[in-house]
């Protein structure tokens, strides 16, 4: 079985830093893409910053210069290291990834069950 994990949440006051870390584990061929989501109370889940194996980034444009998405391939793992923070963005933050399971010809999209994130005003 295919699994992500996240952690690294907490709570942080407004301009200070926060570091996240997901590691997928199980039955894994090989990994496409990972990145991370967030989703505030009554908010959509919105991408905030994704990462191929290849090292290719993307960050959504309001976090683009104060947020850095990295991975680890040999372990599977994406990091997410977050600076200048702003209230507005408390929210749950999801790790997600494009895995080709064991013995499966078919990528499918797993989600972590998320980690909290608070930014103190």
């Known amino acids: 079985q295919v699994q992500l994990v996240g952690s690294g949440g907490g709570l942080v006051q407004a301009g200070g830093s926060l570091g996240l870390s997901c590691a997928a584990s199980?039955?894994?061929?090989?990994?496409?893409?990972m990145g991370w989501y967030r989703q505030a109370p009554g908010q959509k889940r919105d991408l905030v910053a994704q990462i191929t194996t290849g090292g290719s980034t993307d960050y959504a444009d309001s976090v683009r210069g104060r947020f850095t998405i990295s991975r680890e391939n040999a372990k599977n793992t994406v990091y997410l290291q977050m600076n200048s923070l702003k209230h507005e963005e408390t929210a749950v933050y999801y790790c997600n990834s494009a895995i080709h399971p064991l013995y499966i010809p078919t990528v499918y999209i797993y989600w972590g069950q998320g980690t909290q994130v608070t930014v103190s005003s």
């Open positions: 199980g039955s894994i061929f090989s990994i496409k893409g």
